[in-house]
């Protein structure tokens, strides 16, 4: 059976959404033990391999172009190509493209050829987009997602102006209207400084509400350093952070039955009163 694919795309470049997507995949693998991927579909901004202080990646997904072009990727080639980190658990991580100048030739057969590898690999992929609609990876990665996300902030300019322009009239061409995207807001160094909330936004953007996230400077350290694997890994109050989007994730999924709530019974407490809540 084919595995699900959940995709994140931000409003503007450089708000955190990446970071969002990749808390929200390790948080689901590390919970259930399930099999995650996570693909960074990011054609001119790859960074998740700085994030984990990978400099020189051996695979990455301007490598594989030649079989995504060929047709001749299979789930377990694309598995074999996956990162893997002792610390990561169960999740799989597929850089992006590194070659900036190649953006531009990717086609959507390329995209869809990738995902459906994916699917096929793991229980669930999770693909990090670009904020902009005019490449191959941001609309095929929307279009087939099972679950779409809208990453913004609380700033006007973000979540009006970006999302109009891009999510709105682009994404619209190709039937997505915005009733078909959940919307995460980050609160954080963007919140403190004022803006609006997500009953604003909504109203402005016409997506329901999904998640609020709250990401602290100290979570953006992390990025710098090169050490997002171990700051997630090393305490589980970090980790947490994380669960505003991936417990209802998981309720999407429909995989809490298949949660080992025994074996983390702070899993078992946090569904119970995410239930009770809402």
């Known amino acids: 059976m084919s595995g699900r694919l959940a995709a994140f795309a ?5 708000i955190g959404t990446t970071l969002t997507a990749f808390g929200t995949a390790y948080r689901i693998a590390e919970a259930t033990g399930r099999k995650v991927g996570f693909l960074c579909l ?3 901004s790859a960074k998740t391999h700085l994030y984990l202080g990978v400099d020189k990646p051996q695979v990455t997904l301007d490598g594989l172009r030649p ?3 060929a047709g001749t990727l299979t789930a377990d080639r694309l598995s074999r190509y996956a990162y893997r980190l002792p610390k990561l658990g169960g999740l799989q991580v597929l850089f992006g493209n590194l070659a ?3 953006a531009e ?4 057969e390329d995209i869809g050829r990738l995902l459906e590898a994916s699917r096929q690999a793991f229980d669930l992929t999770i693909a990090d987009v670009s904020a902009y609609w005019d490449n191959a990876a941001t609309v095929c990665a929307m279009k087939n997602a099972d679950d779409r996300f809208l990453v913004t902030t609380g700033s006007l300019s973000h979540f009006q102006e970006d999302v109009q322009r891009w999510t709105g009239q682009v994404g619209s061409l190709f039937g997505l209207s915005a009733e078909r995207f959940g919307v995460i807001l980050l609160q954080g160094t963007h919140r403190s400084t004022g803006g609006f909330g997500m009953k604003e936004i909504r109203k402005e953007i016409g997506s329901p509400s999904f998640a609020e996230l709250k990401l602290l400077e100290s979570v953006h ?8 694997d171990e700051w997630l890994a090393s305490q ?3 980790a947490e952070v994380f669960d505003p989007v991936a417990v209802p994730l998981l309720r999407r999924l429909n995989w809490e039955e298949r949660l080992k709530l025994t074996e983390r019974p702070w899993l078992k407490r946090l569904m119970a009163h995410r239930r009770k809540d809402g």
Do not use: A, C, I, V
């Open 10 to 14: 931000g409003s503007t470049p450089n």
């Open 42 to 44: 990011n054609l001119k």
């Open 67 to 69: 079989e995504l072009r």
């Open 100 to 102: 900036r100048e190649q």
């Open 105 to 108: 030739y990717y086609e959507p």
């Open 221 to 228: 350290l992390q990025l710098d350093s090169g050490r997002l």
């Open 236 to 238: 589980e109050r970090n």
